[in-house]
């Protein structure tokens, strides 16, 4: 018996990370242009039909982006246009503090990745689509490389998991 015991404490955690109780329901990304993210430029998420009628999720942001993004901070608008009426909610995110340190985690290669929640929301059968539009002054952000949403079921966000 002595011989499994070592085999079975090392491959504890494996049983353990498949016992988690996850509640993602949509995680998804939408690479932005390599010459920039414009004004016009609209990242579609399309949801899966029918799968989160009537219920309430927690929404969170994630954003990509490179020590070259020129600003501190990003306006987005969150559009959910087939729903009744449609909606828009507008997203202050505060990527680096005053001193211009990243609140994101970054890598080797100067690429960071910042997540934020932004609120609840309770999607209708008619909800099949979000969409991110950056509301900046500028008509081109440079140095963001992706924008993505993750709807979890509330209370449930966990921001360490694309770590």
């Known amino acids: 018996m002595k011989r499994f015991t070592p085999l079975f404490i090392m491959a504890m955690p494996f049983f353990l990370a498949g016992c988690e109780n996850d509640a993602t329901v949509y995680h998804q990304y939408r690479t932005v242009s390599p010459q920039g993210w414009e004004r016009e430029d609209t990242l579609s998420f399309v949801l899966p039909d029918s799968t989160f009628t009537e219920h309430c999720y927690q929404l969170e942001i994630g954003l990509r982006h490179t020590e070259n993004y020129a600003y501190r901070d ?28 990243w609140h994101g985690e970054g890598n080797s290669s100067t690429l960071y990745q910042f997540h934020a929640p932004a609120g609840k929301i309770t999607l209708s059968h008619a909800d099949t689509l979000v969409q991110l539009v950056h509301l900046m002054a500028s008509p081109c952000l440079k140095g963001i490389t992706d924008a993505g949403i993750r709807l979890s079921l509330t209370g449930s966000v966990d921001t360490q998991k694309d770590k």
């Open 74 to 101: 990003l306006w987005i608008a969150i559009i959910r246009p087939h729903s009744v009426p449609p909606a828009c909610d507008t997203l202050h995110l505060e990527l680096a503090d005053r001193k211009g340190k």
